[in-house]
């Protein structure tokens, strides 16, 4: 029999653990060395192959030595919107990590990115930036709190093959909206697979559609950003009216129809898709990841057409996370200009990177929209000639005429939110036949509006 | 004909050996011929059934995992028209890595298992052995868990994880960050607390006549006792473990550490068809061989051990 | 194992049967601190840790969390403002609300009238083969097995609305023309009960058969002895028999069909058009597919309202039922 005074010590344990347990002590601060030397944890690609790997470990070894003190860890990390916010609050986000333009502007008035804006004033090439580039990461004064790192530009993406089984020159595409209807309808008619197709779901079925509407001559979003115009800009019921018509009148879109970015990616590698439209720089995916033969691409310009119309464009900012201290922020400032911008701006890291790249067969000069100015576009082209392995001549019709088409950024409010209610939007238009386009609109209209007044 | 040759006969034709071994139909029953007849059709045709329907999915995915893309797209019923494309395997197994992502589901599956265990039986034997007064409060709280959705629990478990009282530091991206709320399962410990209650009294009362105190009460007595029950334990645990997939995604953020649920459905967007189905392929062979070696256990486990009674 | 034989040592002294009655007595009464450490006590709680550990941490104290959520406004990062019942008012006010709570319903009787009956017919018509019941038990588990994204992402794969998609394929070889499965409005959401049920049925199968096999012989006989034929002996003993199985398949059924979320989740997103959206997917998009910071607020006042209503659901379902079981 254990004695009295065991016991009471058993109890007493128990008890004190479930109070501990229920009183739940809060984490203490972070705390910050005191001798001004900082550590930053900065994103890498999940999935790098070993000789990009040792490529990424030699740049932070450059920058160490340059910095010494600065420390660089590297955590693998890929951002995507729904788990940012709990990778926010769960301390997991690294201090520089890259997100879609996409997201910008709503991270940045929502406070979730650090403002780094003085710093980023600071760089030499500050106010190089093209303008419509810079534009998706600026607060709404204009400051740059997230660093643009690559643009790209919508286009149409065909495949040639399909095109000449067709019956159609794969070295003219399609140049008005009306050629790529009678285009789709010929390459479905002749065999049998989608001549059409578009994004649906994940929030790219807004996306692609915007795209659309812009190409159309038309906008979603007033030009001071205050309200949507999802139903009284009459481009957007056009390019509904258009999509109608090329899936139940010309059946010309084939039978599956939720895709989203990775997926219809996948369809159209596999030679089920003739033409679709996503960002311009997709051809390194297709092959690389979805063993896409690269005989069979090819790419062009949206045709632009109506009032107004300009090219949708998107791209990838480089940002710092909010809990980064001010040690760390600046930290962060410079391995985003090293890293990042020196990829673009200084020769010998230029060289490097497309030698690496093409010695891993990895895709080199995939079609890009400068973030500086044409010149130092040209530039960075004429540097990595020497590298280019994609077929270039296949990529003309969009590379000759995509600077002449006009940049338009992607609506300003809740952005995110308004694709995936046009999401819904364009599912409906294509699996039902008898669908109520104005009655859609306006539905989405409604609730769109409610996103802006939420947003403030 | 004697009894004894009757009874063979009887057993020839899939009928009872004793009476008291019947089903719906008796021996008398298997007699007529009519119903022999019928029932065996009736068996063959649900055995055709299940061999299409649970068993063709399965093989289609094994054929096709060594099938090029562009035959599974055209032709997806036929044998290989342009022969096989054993590459697929291959290419799935180095640079899909599915070996490293079965090592963390098995790693994930053993820890829920180890702990869904231990809180299920230290929890049943005080609740339903030791019985003390405020037993029954506890047992209430249990229970009332079960009625919330787990999607409840999701953002608030996620916030404990990661900023975990005592503990001054994350468990997220840590094995222990899947393991430990597993331990929570409320069905886990109300099913062994029914077993316990179901089982006599008075060998309790007697180990403790003989002196047993409570420890060597749980370790000599119950727990030998319990191996039905735990058996049961451990296959839902490790199918639950097996099955999960948003709670792992939401914290384990390292592809290294993520099990197969996590992983799959994000490599679609980054490899061409036949080799994610050859992906797929092989992270079913492993539970699948499993299945049939533990079979007994497996179906005993799901069937729930006679718990569940009428 | 060690066997502690009932017939063996007598008590031994008054001390011993105090303790004796003390342990296995449920109905004790209080005997103050003293006798409550002297006692078990102390033992009890140690052997409660795991379970208390567990629960407070990962399963109390969360759901309280959530609830108190449930009327603040939080972005996580600045500290939760009270807002009262506005989280409610948003998710009551929401359309998509409407369409998720019919969607789920739809999906619940679907998966009623495919899930319910054919696993009992065929455990049924298993429980009456001798020999090969392990084959056949083998089989119809099979699908269980497969891990249930495996699953998801074949079928997903099987309903390619294409005319060379697999299931278009099949139908196709008997003449039936192709079909939209997965998109068309009217046909997803079957097409996603079509997967869950062969995924599923297998473990209903098991423990039906299970509970079969328990059904004494001598019902039967009794039957028999009343002139019942195959068919009356299934309906006038085995299905009374399985009374309580089958009631509590039912409602389990409901509750987990309340908070289906992989399988439209993975097929097709909550498309087309929102017909497949159910409650839970609509919880996990307020809470995780808000790019600028999820509404925690009202996805724990949703799972909140769900969860009210599951318990009055089955607080009436266990009142009309409570005659009706045999045990």
């Known amino acids: ?310 090219l949708l464009g998107g791209g990838t900012l480089a940002a710092v996370s909010p809990k980064a201290s001010e040690v760390e922020q600046a930290a962060a400032v410079k391995w985003i200009d090293f890293y990042y911008l020196a990829k673009l701006t200084d020769e010998t890291a230029v060289v490097e990177t497309a030698e690496l790249a093409a010695s891993l067969d990895q895709p080199v000069g995939a079609p890009e929209l400068p973030i500086f100015d044409q010149a130092q576009f040209e530039q960075y082209q004429s540097w990595i000639a020497p590298f280019v392995n994609v077929p270039v001549d296949q990529m003309a019709p969009y590379t000759d005429a995509i600077f002449d088409q006009p940049l338009i950024a992607e609506p300003r409010v809740a952005t995110q939110d308004v694709y995936a209610l046009l999401d819904t939007v364009v599912q409906a238009v294509l699996t039902d036949r008898n669908a109520d386009i104005q009655k859609l609109l306006t539905d989405a209209q409604a609730q769109a509006e409610a996103l802006y007044t939420k947003a403030g | 004909m004697s009894a004894v040759d009757e009874k063979v006969v009887a057993r020839r034709r899939g009928a009872p050996a004793k009476d008291a071994d019947r089903g719906i139909l008796s021996t008398a029953d298997w007699r007529r011929r009519r ?118 629990l999701l953002v608030p478990l996620y916030l404990t994880i990661v900023d975990p009282p005592l503990l001054q530091h994350s468990l997220i991206n840590t094995f222990w960050a899947v393991w430990l709320p597993a331990g929570a399962s409320a069905f886990t410990v109300l099913l062994v607390m ?117 | 194992m060690t066997q502690i034989s009932p017939t063996t040592a007598a008590p031994q002294s008054a001390e011993m049967i105090e303790t004796l009655e003390y342990a296995v007595d449920p109905l004790r009464r209080r005997r103050g601190l003293r006798g409550w450490l002297r006692g078990d006590g102390p033992h009890m709680l140690v052997f409660l840790i795991p379970l208390l550990f567990s629960f407070i941490l990962f399963s109390w104290r969360p759901i309280v969390d959530a609830a108190i959520m449930a009327f603040q406004r939080t972005n996580l990062i600045d500290p939760a403002e009270w807002v009262g019942l506005d989280n409610f008012v948003t998710v009551l006010q929401d359309p998509l609300l409407g369409t998720a709570v019919v969607n789920t319903l739809w999906f619940a009787v679907l998966a009623l009238l495919m899930g319910y009956p054919i696993p009992l017919v065929v455990a049924v018509l298993m429980s009456e083969v001798r020999r090969w019941r392990g084959v056949f038990s083998a089989l119809a588990y099979l699908p269980v097995v497969v891990p249930p994204v495996v699953a998801a992402l074949l079928w997903k794969f099987f309903y390619d609305a294409s005319s060379s998609g697999v299931f278009n394929t099949i139908i196709g070889a008997v003449g039936i023309p192709p079909q939209p499965w997965l998109q068309d409005q009217a046909t997803a959401m079957p097409s996603i009960v079509l997967f869950a049920t062969w995924s599923a049925a297998g473990g209903t199968i098991i423990i039906y058969l299970a509970a079969l096999v328990g059904v004494a012989p001598e019902l039967y006989d009794a039957a028999e002895v009343d002139g019942a034929g195959v068919w009356r002996k299934v309906w006038h003993v085995t299905v009374p028999q399985l009374r309580g199985v089958l009631l509590v398949m039912f409602i389990l059924q409901i509750i987990g069909t309340a908070q289906v979320f992989l399988e439209p989740f993975l097929l097709t997103g909550g498309g087309p058009a929102n017909s497949t959206m159910t409650i839970l997917m609509l919880i996990y998009k307020y809470a995780f597919q808000n790019s600028l910071g999820g509404d925690y607020g009202a996805a724990t006042a949703l799972s909140i309202m769900l969860a009210i209503v599951l318990a009055i659901f089955s607080a009436i379902y266990f009142r009309l039922t409570k005659g009706w079981s045999s045990s």
């Open chain 1, 1 to 310: 029999m254990k004695s009295a005074i065991t016991r009471v010590g058993l109890a007493g344990v128990a008890m004190v653990s479930a109070g501990a347990l229920l009183a739940g002590c809060a984490g203490g601060p972070t705390e910050e060395p005191a001798d001004g030397t900082a550590t930053i944890q900065v994103a890498i690609d999940a999935g790098l192959e070993p000789e990009a790997r040792a490529n990424f470990d030699a740049r932070v070894a450059a920058f160490e030595d340059a910095n010494p003190d600065i420390t660089v860890e590297a955590q693998e990390y890929t951002w995507t919107a729904p788990t940012f916010t709990t990778d926010l609050a769960g301390g997991t986000l690294p201090d520089v990590f890259t997100i879609p333009f996409t997201d910008g502007r709503g991270l940045i008035a929502n406070g979730q990115l650090a403002d780094i804006s003085e710093l980023v004033a600071e760089l030499p090439y500050a106010d190089q930036f093209n303008p419509n580039v810079a534009q998706a990461g600026q607060a709404e004064d204009g400051a740059q709190w997230a660093i643009p790192i690559a643009a790209y530009g919508q286009g149409l993406h065909y495949n040639r093959t399909l095109f000449e089984a067709a019956g159609l020159d794969p070295d003219s595409p399609p140049t008005t909206w009306d050629e790529i209807r009678d285009a789709a309808k010929q390459i479905s008619n002749a065999t049998g697979e989608a001549g059409y197709a578009t994004m649906t779901s994940g929030n790219t079925g807004g996306w692609i559609l915007t795209t659309l509407v812009n190409a159309f001559g038309g906008r979603t979003e007033s030009g001071d950003a205050t309200a949507p115009t999802l139903d009284s800009d009459p481009a957007v019921a056009e390019v509904l009216e258009y999509l109608h018509a090329l899936r139940w009148e010309d059946e010309s879109m084939g039978a599956n129809f939720l895709y989203d970015w990775g997926t219809i990616n996948q369809d159209f590698a596999s030679g089920r898709i003739g033409m679709y439209v996503s960002g311009g720089g997709n051809y390194g995916n297709l092959v690389t990841q979805n063993a896409l033969n690269p005989d069979d691409y090819g790419l062009t310009v949206l045709p632009l057409q109506g009032a107004d119309p300009g």
């Open chain 2, 194 to 310: 029914r077993f316990f209650d179901s089982l006599p009294r008075e060998v309790f009362e007697a180990a403790r006549i003989d002196g047993a105190g409570p420890y060597r009460l749980f370790w000599s007595v119950v727990l030998p006792m319990s191996k039905p029950i735990v058996g049961v334990v451990s296959v839902f645990a490790v199918i639950g473990a097996w099955k999960d997939f948003l709670w792992p995604m939401l914290v384990l953020k390292d592809p290294n550490l993520q099990p197969l649920s996590v992983r799959l459905p994000q490599l679609q967007q980054f490899i061409e068809l036949d080799v994610f189905l050859a992906a797929l392929a092989i992270a079913t062979v492993i539970p699948i061989a499993l299945f049939l070696v533990f079979q007994r256990m497996f179906l005993s486990g799901a069937g729930l051990g006679g718990a569940v009674k009428g």
């Open chain 2, 35 to 152: 119903v022999r007849a019928t029932t065996r059709v009736t068996h063959l045709i649900l055995l055709a059934s299940l061999i299409v329907v649970g068993l063709g999915p399965v093989l289609w995915l094994a054929k096709s995992a060594v099938t090029p893309t562009q035959d599974t797209l055209r032709q997806p019923l036929a044998l290989w028209p342009n022969g096989m494309d054993w590459e697929n395997l291959v290419t799935a197994w180095t640079r899909v890595e599915i070996d490293k992502y079965f090592f963390n589901t098995v790693i994930i599956a053993l820890g829920v298992w180890f702990v869904q265990v231990l809180v299920a039986t230290t929890a049943g034997y005080v609740l339903s052995v030791l019985r003390p007064r405020y037993g029954r409060i506890i047992v209430a709280l249990v229970l009332a868990t079960l009625f919330v959705p787990s999607i409840v």
